[in-house]
Structures are given as structure tokens and as C-alpha cells.
């Protein structure tokens, strides 16, 4: 390991950030047609492995929106 804590990492790769990196939502599909969105990874794979397997569909990866500034009227 380096000075910093952080793994030695070959050459080619960059740490850029380390900020939480986590652009997406997590659709949690249950047998039933039931769902669950959650904003982390974590939590989807916590979801998936307290359930029981019988009831566990699939989970989908869904795109976090950005806000769009609303345009003000007029010219």
C-alpha cells in the first residue's frame, strides 16, 4: 500500500476522486411484480440477499436524472 491507504494501482489507472461514486438508481424486481428502488448499490444487494431467493426476480440499473433547470417565460 501507498502513503495514503489506498491499494498500489498499476500505471495505467488513476485515483481521480475519492468522493462516493455512484451515478445510478437500483430497481429491485421481485417474483410478484412488486418493486423497490433504492440510490446505492449497497442497499439493492442488501435488499437481494435478505430476501428469500424465491421471491427475487432481477434487479434493473436505472440512470439518475439530473434536474433540469425550468426556463424562465419571455423573451
Known amino acids: 500500500m501507498s502513503k495514503?491507504?489506498?491499494p498500489d494501482l498499476p500505471k495505467y489507472f488513476?485515483?481521480?476522486s475519492d468522493l462516493p461514486y455512484d451515478?445510478?438508481?437500483y430497481k429491485v424486481v421481485y417474483s410478484n411484480g412488486n418493486t423497490t428502488v433504492v440510490d446505492s448499490w449497497e442497499s439493492a444487494?442488501?435488499?437481494w440477499f435478505q430476501g428469500p431467493s424465491q421471491f427475487m426476480s432481477h434487479i434493473e440499473v436505472l440512470d439518475v436524472r439530473k434536474k433540469q433547470k425550468?426556463?424562465?417565460k419571455g423573451f
Open 4 to 6: 495514503n491507504s489506498t
Open 70 to 72: 425550468k426556463k424562465g
Open 23 to 25: 451515478r445510478h438508481h
Open 14 to 16: 488513476q485515483v481521480t
Open 45 to 47: 444487494r442488501m435488499l
